[in-house]
């Protein structure tokens, strides 16, 4: 009898292994490689200076709590850079993450996926890839996030002036 639970148990354990890469892993092995950009930071270091934007903007902004940013510039990656597109966007199709756009021209793709639902959004994910210059990774992690809020701040994108960017998130994205 012991023999069989032990034996059911290494079966069990030997089936919920997986060989695909988990996006968490992916950026943990990412950011210890020299050639990315990443950063983990608080939205309280990015978004300063919101008082031009409406107190409902402003409202939404504020429940994005952290945000994770991992880059691969072409001049870094060399030849990596179409591989790491590929297993970027294999791991993101074999993810939990529900798509909320995509768009792909001229060499230029970019998704935007969320994790969650309508009434509680724990993850959004934007994806970026231009093959002339890299490719650009968000992982924004939100407390009390609703659909409404994305809403808001993808329609109000073009008010929030790059310039209000903290000064130390701008030289991680000029790197």
Do not use: W
Not at 58 to 63: E, F, G, I, T, V
Not at 68 to 83: I, P
Not at 137 to 142: P, V
């Amino acid at each position: 009898m012991i023999k069989c639970l032990t034996l059911l148990g290494f079966v069990v354990l030997f089936l919920s292994c997986k060989d695909e890469v988990s996006l968490q892993n992916y950026l943990v092995e990412k950011e210890n490689n020299s050639d990315f950009i990443s950063a983990s930071l608080p939205s309280s270091l990015i978004f300063q200076n919101l008082d031009s934007l409406s107190t409902e903007l402003n409202a939404s902004l504020q429940k994005i709590k952290k945000i994770n940013l991992l880059a691969l510039t072409k001049t870094k990656a060399g030849g990596l850079l179409s591989d790491e597109n590929r297993q970027l966007n294999e791991i993101l199709a074999n993810s939990d993450y529900e798509n909320l756009m995509n768009f792909k021209a001229d060499g230029r793709a970019a998704k935007l996926l969320y994790e969650g639902d309508d009434k509680q959004i724990d993850e959004l994910i934007f994806y970026g890839f231009d093959a002339e210059m890299g490719l650009l990774f968000l992982r924004m992690h939100g407390e009390d996030l609703k659909a409404t809020d994305l809403y808001n701040i993808s329609q109000s994108a073009q008010q929030l002036d790059l310039n209000t960017l903290a000064p130390g998130f701008k030289i991680i994205l000029d790197k």
